[in-house]
């Protein structure tokens, strides 16, 4: 059964084999930063930076999840979630990023796997969350075409260990923030300012997907499916589209084509501006072809999309910012009907139907997760132990809306996991923004689920959408 166009009081239903998850990240809420032989990664020298992370917060702790991860499995369980995203920390398996494997990080891993299996929740790892190993930046990081190479050989060793029980892993999340957030505005870990590192990272972060997704496929088990997920932003018109010239195509082959066209179509996006290109040096004979041959399905995290009108940069009107996407007389809009998250981020569901239909278009036939999808709010316990979280819900609610219209319009949209199972390490913002269906006491570790988590615990029962009261 698929969903079909409702009104009223009807409910949205989802296909029957429909994958309901939460998503989570290694560094955000691991902790344990020095046990058990894990090495040091970028984001714990970025987040030890004095200034860099809001109050200085570091994930040293964070939600404690590597000694309380059957807790966290647990609380998927009463969810009745039947999927589970994590990131496993490439420092804390192999803790300079090449060499000796560390057993011990291992171990937790395949202990979080089997965790999963005994409440028959179906585990998808992602390989790369964004903690590169020190060592390895230390020698250029992204910058360098080893690093690439020492991720496909990771990529084996995780394969290889835990492909008994894994069916659906992810390569990399969000290269895109790692190259633009990480190299190109020093936001993120590791927190340089310089656009040649960061087109050199963008062709190294995509030879590495080429790299794991090489050695994935010799070590998982036949019928495994391997893909990677990429954070994108509509680029849509505020107003007439025809005065903005090619101002959207532009922004949308930055924003999104950056990495989606080398993936899906093994090139280059050519309406890209070249300083946001990799050097032709750095791109070698079968590059291209590696990074674009064939995954079995798709990661989409959408959180906003981005408006773009018609206006002068140096005379900006309410509601408008400038921008780096687009030259000439563009500037970014923020319409003032879309209500914002704690963020500031645009609540925008129909944004993200627009961007599943139009991903269906591109890849006809390729399976679609939303990999991540979620808002931070601000949450607080009640004397009576209850977070209402309201506007989560609404939010929640209104993008379930948009993927159910979306495969109703024909889109394989396999699964949706939600960001996140946890309040958590929210990188510079350190623990000031909560993202979580489940709140999380910082000083204690005490977890207690939203109400947020409660209703998408019975979505997830039900298989469908109800109007909300």
Request: charged share 20%; aromatic share 8%.
């Amino acid at each position: 059964m698929t969903s079909t166009a409702s009104s009223g009081t009807d409910a949205r239903s989802f296909p029957e084999d429909f994958v309901w998850g939460a998503a989570t990240a290694a560094y955000q809420i691991e902790g344990a930063a020095a046990e058990d032989g894990r090495g040091r990664s970028v984001w714990d020298t970025f987040s030890h930076t004095p200034g860099k992370i809001h109050r200085d917060d570091n994930g040293d702790i964070a939600c404690d999840s590597y000694h309380r991860y059957r807790e966290d499995v647990a609380l998927l369980a009463e969810l009745g979630l039947t999927a589970y995203r994590f990131s496993i920390s490439w420092p804390r398996v192999q803790p300079g990023g090449s060499g000796p494997v560390n057993q011990k990080g291992l171990d937790y891993y395949r202990a979080l796997v089997d965790e999963l299996a005994e409440h028959a929740i179906a585990p998808v790892p992602t390989l790369f969350h964004w903690d590169l190993p020190q060592e390895l930046q230390d020698a250029g990081g992204w910058t360098r075409r080893d690093t690439a190479e020492r991720f496909g050989e990771f990529a084996e060793i995780v394969g290889a260990a835990l492909g008994d029980q894994v069916r659906r892993v992810i390569t990399l999340n969000e290269p895109q923030v790692v190259a633009h957030l990480g190299h190109r505005v020093g936001l993120h870990a590791p927190g340089l300012s310089d656009p040649v590192a960061a087109a050199a990272a963008t062709h190294h972060l995509l030879l590495a997907h080429a790299r794991a997704t090489e050695a994935l496929r010799h070590t998982l088990r036949p019928g495994s499916q391997v893909g990677i997920t990429l954070n994108l932003h509509p680029v849509l018109p505020a107003g007439d589209a025809s005065v903005l010239g090619d101002a959207l195509a532009v922004a949308d082959a930055e924003v999104n084509g950056l990495f989606l066209e080398p993936v899906l179509r093994g090139r280059y996006p050519d309406r890209a501006r070249a300083e946001l290109l990799p050097a032709p040096a750095l791109v070698r004979d079968g590059d291209l072809a590696a990074i674009g041959a064939p995954i079995d399905f798709l990661g989409v995290n959408y959180y906003s999309p981005i408006y773009l009108r018609h206006g002068d940069p140096a005379d900006l009107r309410a509601h408008e910012a400038t921008t780096t996407l687009a030259p000439g007389a563009v500037v970014e809009y923020r319409p003032p009907e879309l209500t914002r998250t704690a963020m500031g981020w645009l609540v925008d569901p129909d944004a993200l139907h627009v961007l599943l239909v139009r991903l269906g278009s591109d890849a006809p036939g390729l399976p679609l997760y939303v990999t991540e999808n979620g808002c931070a709010a601000i949450d607080y316990v009640s004397p009576e132990g209850i977070v209402d979280d309201r506007e989560r819900i609404s939010y929640l609610h209104g993008h379930l809306d948009a993927c159910a219209r979306a495969i109703g319009d024909g889109v394989p949209l396999r699964g949706y996991f939600v960001w996140s199972l946890l309040d958590n390490f929210e990188w510079a913002y350190g623990y000031q923004q909560r993202f979580g269906i489940v709140f999380v006491d910082f000083a204690t570790g005490r977890r207690t689920p939203k109400q947020s988590a409660r209703f998408y615990a019975a979505v997830a029962a039900a298989n469908a959408l109800a109007p909300l009261p």
